[in-house]
């Protein structure tokens, strides 16, 4: 079985090339940002043990298994146990004064602070697997990347409206590492960054949610809870500077103007039931400040477009735009609400049918559909609406060579894989994927590591 | 956590665990889970006292149940108003509730005792058929009648 689908699975993998150490610094999905966990169950011992009921004698010795005790590792020194030694990877870190014409197709690895931005935000489920695998998450700068960030640096001065990017382009073509990218780098740039890996788990009712009769639509407190906190955590350093515009009487903490925007927050950090609403408020508070640039970057963006699994008490489909959170996005993503300054960034993706994207993103963004276009195809008006003005960055679907050449070394000094080094392996493995990014990895590379 | 005597374990998803009670399948289930706003996700463990109170409420006698009101969706181009303002009641009008005419439990077993009562009461073929303890259906008696001769019964579904 492949490692990829071994690790997704959750299934031990047993490694065959020596001893791997712990990677260090590797990503971990902790549970931090989830729900608590459940209570531990009490454990209710069983009948049918032999030794059940029966109390451990406290005042026995622990039994001495002599000869069968395992040896310290530093007691083995002798040069049989001496295995290729897995170091983490060295690589340069990613910088914004790094990211230079001259820096394309070079290895950089993110960088792992306190305040860790893809920790914080986490990512989405291809890039998570990737990074099991490397000890490092790192990614390669491609030529696209140099030409959206010079994009994203012009767009600090304007305003979000006149800078609305969508990423497209064929599976596997590299688009979700291009936002992690942009991510980074604004983030490092001094932007405000709110980042969604997913934003399918918005609209396939996975969280929880609430009608809200004030706003007619069904906010989502749980998660708005979570991406609370998870702003908070990224932008911390940054919105400490900030003043609240407008007042905001919640019932249980009324915030007034003039007070920090943390103290906003921190009003749906402790009242679930009021997440939604401080969300909503701190997206009209980011909208209005000019002190500092912001990126609200949402991959899966077809996802918004279309019909959410919630149903509402009469098990009618609740449209995405009558949930609270996914209609904010979409009346920044549209241009009807906008960022004094920022840009706003959205990346396609093709992995979940469910969630496909509808005819009317496909023409408002100019691709190909794949379906009836003809004008007896249905188009509902709304979501024409809020696809307009979209502009659509089509990330290359190959890789160049060089590209190709920084992620096949990167592999080969992660020792992940058991292919010789060399142009030949590299050449036979590029060719067979065609340049597409995901194939080379997936099934180029990773396949060699059959289990 | 039980809910009117039915067990329903803690790691199960609500949707699921609502099938628990007789005469609620799959469909019913989804359905109740909507009319509470319950996510597909949730797991009995997960549910608020609010939403347990609305479940027990509905099952213990969904023909007596509270109708649920309509609620108003925003079109695209609505502002709601600022917090703090008294909301403005919209009244929409309701769909029609199909969930509270169903039946479950003893009164479910009680309707169809009843229907084979009678169907015996006034002699016909089905009534005869229940009390002989043979299929009521017009399947083959010559052999492969055993779920019948064991379980057809007037008194069936006590």
């Known amino acids: ?451 | 956590m039980h809910i009117l005597g039915v067990l329903l374990p803690e790691s199960y998803p609500v949707k699921h665990a609502l099938t628990q009670f007789y005469g609620i399948g799959q469909k019913t289930a989804q359905r109740l889970c909507a009319r509470v706003q319950i996510h597909d996700r949730a797991r009995i463990r997960h549910l608020n006292q609010g939403q347990i109170t609305a479940l027990t409420a509905f099952l213990s006698s969904p023909a007596n149940s509270p109708p649920v009101a309509a609620q108003p969706l925003a079109p695209p181009t609505f502002v709601p108003p600022p917090l703090g303002q008294p909301v403005r009641q919209v009244e929409a009008e309701a769909p029609p509730d199909s969930l509270r005419e169903i039946k479950i439990e003893s009164d479910l077993r009680r309707q169809m005792r009843e229907n084979i009562a009678h169907q015996r009461m006034i002699g016909s073929y089905v009534g005869r058929r229940h009390a002989m303890h043979l299929p009521v259906r017009g399947q083959n008696t010559q052999s492969n009648a055993k779920t019948a001769r064991k379980l057809n019964r007037v008194e069936r579904y006590n």
Request: aromatic share 8%; charged share 20%.
């Open chain 1, 1 to 451: 079985m492949l490692l990829v689908t071994a690790l997704r699975t959750g299934r031990a993998v047993h490694p065959t090339t020596g001893t791997l150490a712990t990677p260090a610094g590797a990503v971990a999905q902790t549970r931090g940002y989830a729900a608590p966990a459940a209570k531990n169950a009490k454990k209710v011992s069983s009948k049918f043990r032999p030794n059940a009921g029966k109390r451990r004698d406290s005042k026995r010795p622990g039994r001495d298994p002599g000869l069968f005790r395992p040896m310290s590792v530093n007691n083995l020194t002798h040069p049989v146990f001496e295995s290729e030694q897995r170091v983490a990877l060295q690589l340069p870190v990613f910088r914004p004064e790094a990211i230079t014409p001259t820096a394309a197709s070079k290895a950089l690895a993110f960088p792992q602070n306190e305040s860790n931005l893809l920790k914080a935000y986490g990512l989405p489920t291809n890039i998570l697997v990737d990074y099991l695998l490397l000890s490092k998450p790192c990614s390669v700068v491609r030529e696209v990347t140099v030409s959206l960030l010079d994009q994203l640096d012009n767009a600090a001065r304007s305003s979000s409206k006149d800078n609305r990017v969508v990423l497209t382009g064929k599976p596997g073509c590299g688009k979700s590492y291009l936002m992690v990218q942009a991510v980074q780098y604004c983030s490092q740039k001094g932007w405000l960054s709110l980042y969604i890996p997913r934003a399918i788990s918005l609209v396939n009712s996975s969280t929880s949610y609430v009608y809200d009769p004030r706003t007619q639509t069904y906010g989502q407190p749980a998660y708005a809870q979570q991406l609370l906190k998870r702003f908070v955590d990224v932008n911390g350093s940054l919105i400490r500077h900030l003043t609240l515009r407008s007042s905001y009487p919640f019932d249980e903490r009324p915030v007034n103007s003039g007070e920090p925007l943390l103290n906003l927050i921190n009003v749906g950090l402790e009242y679930q039931h009021q997440a939604s609403t401080a969300l909503s408020a701190l997206f009209d508070e980011l909208a209005k400040q000019t002190k500092y640039p912001v990126l609200l970057a949402i991959d899966d963006l077809q996802a918004l477009y279309c019909r959410s699994q919630y149903r509402d008490p009469f098990f009618k489909s609740i449209k995405s735009y009558h949930l609270t959170l996914p209609r904010t996005l979409l009346e920044f993503v549209s241009g009807k609400r906008v960022f004094a300054r920022g840009a706003v960034l959205g990346a396609l993706s093709s992995q979940n049918t469910t969630f496909r994207t509808p005819l009317e993103l496909i023409e408002a963004l100019g691709l190909e559909p794949s379906g009836p276009s003809n004008p007896y195809v249905p188009r509902e008006s709304e979501i024409v609406e809020y696809a307009k003005g979209l502009k659509n960055l089509p990330v290359p679907e190959k890789l160049t060579v060089d590209e190709a050449a920084s992620i096949f070394e990167l592999w080969q000094q992660a020792k992940a894989l058991h292919l010789p080094q060399g142009d030949e392996p590299f050449l036979t493995k590029y060719t067979e994927a065609g340049g597409n990014a995901r194939e080379f990895v997936q099934k180029g590379l990773l396949q060699t590591v059959a289990m």
